[in-house]
């Protein structure tokens, strides 16, 4: 609804046929999230929001539906008229754009609201990192609602980041405008545990009757209901049907996933067709990388997706609009009805669902999958100029393992993954092979040297391990992208080719590159806190594809070559994890020794 009396009265006046409209749509198939009926329809709006609809099949009139009171009347052309698609978790720093140019790639999708979650950027900058994707967001044709980051670090005394976010931070970034609640809340043990930081972190929300973002993978049974009390309410880390089942049961919002590196709807959706209606129940994007923005879509995606594992499209299009908006509570937006956010989509084909019309408060800002509303420019940011990759280059040597032994063979925990989509590792044993004191991965079977250095000022802060099933076939990939710490993290089979990649990314500011036979393949610099660029979206989404090439001919073959080092350092997704602590064991929350002494 209009913030103020008076633009409430003026609604009113629209509504009641007293005043002039700025727009009538005629002749759309309105698509009605309620009720699940599509019919004919005629649609005014006021001011930015909807005050009147008229569903033509039943005889209703329209205010406006001829002069003088429209100012401008648009035909539908028979096309399907949707509410803006909402998306109910996102990291814009994943797509590796600016706000405004996040906003330029999704909008002729169709995404019109963002719930948007930027810890990556608090981990590497805290509050001048926050205040960064905050007033970067202002101003735009988009409605980009910030959530205040929850964990930073994601896991205290496990990985060192750029920041420590305590209650007090946080309420300040709750204080801002636009600011709609609080973040994933990762560290479920430490709520569960009633640990006094995470505990004051949640309580900052509360008090305001703000949302709590939650985040818990695999949490079942006592342990959920602990952290259900305790103040989250959705979760966006769901992979299996029985989990969805169960954590839909108990009232958490699922936000089921559909990004560039988890695609969970086909495993979620069918599992819980059968619910009546089920409220709590969304559609996000978390991380999604710019070709796939660009050319598959945004939510819009989530939504074919949706009516693919066998929605019905007004079912689909529920999931990323009411329920979203409703899980949030942002109860103007969602829906095609009187009194809401005139956020409204013109689509041909709701199979495909690719809008021909995108409007954000009444007005056109997108048609035929170009931008017709201008992006701002960007304001004089410093952050966008500041290196934030805090290391002196490394030589090969920083690269070997030093070993309890001079020479013979030691036992060593080794991170293994079981195939190239897995995101999930495991830490396994092996007898591996020790020379002049340096650990030897030669004898082994895809052995690779697996590093992560602190960036963000502590450089005595590292760890080097093994890893296996990683993908590559020789040289190696470094990247800055590296969730959540976002530490420059190393996979090389080569370790001059690990210094090469590396150093190329202290020069740059950060990103991700790839070396092999001592020559750089391909380099993605990202240079706003090592995980943003500021070229136009289209430039962005060609070197990232000239990356992903360059991976591919290293042996990554994966779905998602790009993103695959982006998870190694990810300490709350079970098993095992690595990070400039150590080998993590996500599932105890504790750090493991490298090498088990023999008994």
């Not at 035929?368 to 280059?393: K, W, Y």
Request: with cysteine; charged share 20%.
């Amino acid at each position: 609804m209009p913030r103020t009396a008076e633009e409430r009265r003026k609604l009113v006046e629209a509504a009641l046929g007293r005043r002039e409209l700025d727009c009538l749509l005629e002749n759309v198939r309105l698509v009605n999230v309620f009720t699940g009926e599509i019919y004919p329809a005629r649609v005014g709006i006021y001011g930015g929001f909807i005050a009147h609809v008229a569903a033509e099949a039943d005889g209703g009139g329209c205010a406006g539906d001829t002069d003088p009171y429209a100012r401008e009347v648009l035909d539908g052309k028979n096309q399907y008229l949707t509410p803006g698609l909402i998306d109910s978790h996102v990291h814009i720093e994943s797509s590796m754009m600016t706000p405004g140019n996040f906003a330029a790639t999704v909008l002729p999708h169709g995404t019109t609201t963002a719930i948007t979650d930027p810890h990556e950027i608090a981990n590497v900058l805290g509050l001048a990192g926050v205040r960064y994707m905050h007033r970067a967001s202002r101003g735009l044709p988009m409605r980009q609602y910030i959530l205040a980051p929850s964990c930073v670090p994601s896991v205290p005394g496990l990985e060192t980041t750029g920041a420590e976010f305590t209650a007090e931070e946080v309420a300040e970034i709750l204080d801002w405008e636009g600011v709609i609640g609080l973040a994933e809340v990762m560290d479920f043990p430490g709520v569960i545990g009633g640990g006094e930081r995470m505990q004051s972190i949640v309580d900052e929300a509360l008090r305001r009757n703000m949302f709590v973002q939650g985040h818990s993978p695999g949490l079942t049974g006592r342990e959920l209901s602990a952290y259900l009390c305790a103040g989250p309410r959705s979760d966006h880390e769901i992979r299996e049907a029985a989990e969805a089942r169960e954590k839909m049961r108990l009232g958490m919002t699922v936000d089921a996933r559909e990004s560039s590196i988890s695609r969970n709807l086909a495993d979620i959706l069918p599992a819980v067709r059968d619910f009546y209606a089920p409220p709590n129940l969304t559609l996000c994007t978390d991380d999604r990388e710019p070709a796939d923005l660009l050319h598959e879509g945004s939510v819009n995606h989530a939504v074919r997706r949706a009516i693919e594992e066998g929605l019905t499209p007004p079912q689909a299009l529920r999931l990323a609009t009411l329920h979203p908006a409703q899980s949030v509570g942002l109860n103007h937006l969602g829906a095609v009805a009187p009194g809401y956010a005139a956020d409204l989509l013109l689509i041909c084909d709701l199979q495909q669902m690719e809008p021909q019309t995108v409007m954000v408060a009444g007005e056109v800002v997108a048609r035929n999958g170009q931008m017709t509303a201008a992006i701002p420019e960007p304001g004089d940011f410093a952050t966008e100029r500041r290196n934030t990759v805090h290391l002196s280059h490394l030589q090969p040597g920083d690269f070997s393992i030093s070993a309890p032994c001079e020479d013979g063979a030691v036992t060593t925990r080794v991170l293994a993954y079981a195939s190239e989509e897995s995101l999930s590792a495991v830490c396994q044993q092996m007898q591996l092979p020790v020379r002049d004191g340096e650990l030897d991965l030669s004898a082994g079977e895809d052995l690779h040297y697996v590093a992560v250095f602190n960036r963000h000022g502590a450089p005595e802060n590292s760890f080097i391990g093994v890893i296996q099933g990683f993908g590559i076939d020789g040289g190696a990939v470094a990247s800055t992208v590296a969730h959540d710490c976002h530490n420059l993290t190393v996979v090389a089979s080569d370790r001059r080719d690990a210094a090469l990649a590396a150093n190329a990314l202290m020069d740059c500011g950060g990103g991700i590159a790839c070396a092999r036979d001592g020559e750089i393949l391909a380099l993605l610099e990202l240079p706003v806190a090592g995980l943003i660029s500021t070229l136009p979206p289209s430039e962005l989404a060609t070197r990232t594809a000239r990356l992903k090439d360059a991976l591919r001919n290293m042996g990554l073959t994966g779905t998602d070559p790009l993103l695959r080092i982006a998870t190694l350092t990810l300490a709350v997704i079970p098993e095992a994890k690595i990070t400039d602590q150590g080998l993590v064991d996500v599932n105890r929350q504790e750090l493991l020794p490298l090498f088990i002494a023999e008994e």
